[in-house]
């Protein structure tokens, strides 16, 4: 079957580096995603991966290994305002998003 | 440009009762989706389209239909609301490339006594 698994809750200092784990197994394999989801609001785009290494885009980076089924989202400098939820989806062979339950960060002065 | 606009934000209904959400995007996107999502669940895909006049089912159609008489709007309608099907439901939408980020509406909460 199809599975997105990710840890459920965070804690991270502000300033600090946190790293988001993510594995998956998808009937196929059209890229991994994360989004951005603060509660009680819509799930916003922060990066997209398809092939093997680290893109870089401000303070988040993500990385992704196919052979491991593996991928991380990796955020620098906390900030009070990345306290939220982080949703790993992997697409699959129909374009279709699994999606993972999301990891609740929580900032900490 | 509002992106995706989703109405209602909030609703009760009883069980047995119908409903229909809206979602309209402006983003001239071919790609409409319906979600749902749940508490420690991720995400489920309810129901979607890509494009006027095309719909297919998702992970979870049962209890739900579909249109997307015009390009720009997608509805969710429910026939006979069941307290499983109270939940948090978004609207996404994405261009005609398979790839591409899906933008999502605000959600509509649904309760069902």
């Known amino acids: 079957g199809q599975n997105i698994d990710q840890p459920t809750e965070m804690t991270a200092t502000e300033g600090a580096i946190v790293q988001i784990n993510c594995t998956y197994q998808t009937s196929g394999f059209n890229g991994l995603f994360w989004y951005q989801q603060h509660a009680g609001e819509a799930p916003t785009f922060l990066s997209y991966?398809?092939l093997d290494g680290l893109e870089e885009k401000g303070r988040f980076s993500s990385f992704l290994s196919r052979s491991k089924g593996y991928s991380y989202l990796l955020l620098k400098e906390l900030q009070m305002k990345d306290s939220a939820s982080y949703l790993c989806?992997?697409?699959?062979?129909?374009?279709?998003?699994?999606w993972g339950a999301g990891t609740k960060l929580i900032i900490k002065p | 440009n509002a992106g995706v606009t989703q109405t209602p934000k909030f609703r009760v209904l009883k069980t047995g009762q119908s409903m229909t959400l809206l979602c309209a995007q402006d983003?001239?996107?071919?790609?409409m989706y319906w979600y749902r999502q749940d508490p420690g669940m991720g995400l489920r895909l309810i129901h979607y389209s890509v494009g006027e006049g095309t719909t297919a089912k998702g992970e979870v159609p049962d209890g739900y239909n579909v249109s997307r008489l015009k390009k720009q709007n997608f509805l969710l309608g429910l026939e006979s609301a069941a307290p499983s099907q109270t939940s948090v439901y978004f609207c996404?939408?994405?261009?005609?490339?398979?790839?591409?980020?899906?933008?999502f509406g605000p959600g509509t909460r649904l309760l069902v006594l």
């Open positions: 991966n398809v």
């Open positions: 983003m001239n996107h071919e790609y």
């Open positions: 996404a939408s994405s261009s005609g490339s398979e790839q591409e980020t899906q933008y």
């Open positions: 989806a992997g697409m699959d062979s129909n374009y279709q998003l699994i």
